[in-house]
């Protein structure tokens, strides 16, 4: 029997070791909205183009055999340090790809701090070092 709709978008997100936080950021909906699919509670009717192509199936009348997968042939989801890391490195690839956001974050990390009024750092000065071991 073909899964339901919900369990087919949980589960090609969950192959694609995706968060239903990194779904939702991709379709520009909020987590609760990927949650309410997920479980049945409305169906993605505008979204359904985006999140076949995001997931990388058929989610129309359809479904492909391999979403029928009983649940322990799926991969185990990501640890949270693996999740960890990977959120480190979308961040980093962010600020590589704009150095302001580095002189954002570090405004906000040194107001965080309470270190009073911070010193304003320029792309040109800003030395970005992620200590891969953290």
Excluded: C, F, Y
């Amino acid at each position: 029997m073909p899964a339901n709709l919900g369990t087919r978008i949980k589960r090609a997100r969950e192959r694609k070791r995706m968060t239903q936080e990194d779904l939702a950021s991709q379709l520009g909906v909020h987590r609760r909205t990927v949650d309410n699919w997920e479980n049945g509670r409305s169906a993605p009717k505008n979204r359904l183009g985006a999140l076949e192509e995001v997931l990388g199936i058929r989610l129309s009348s359809e479904p492909p055999t391999e979403l029928d997968e009983p649940e322990e042939n799926l991969p185990p989801p990501a640890s949270k340090e693996d999740r960890g890391k990977a959120a480190r490195e979308r961040v980093l690839a962010e600020i590589k790809r704009d150095p302001e956001l580095a002189v954002m974050i570090l405004d906000v990390i040194a107001r965080i701090r309470g270190s009073g009024e911070p010193e304003r750092a320029s792309p040109q000065n800003v030395d970005i070092d992620i200590d891969e071991t953290a």
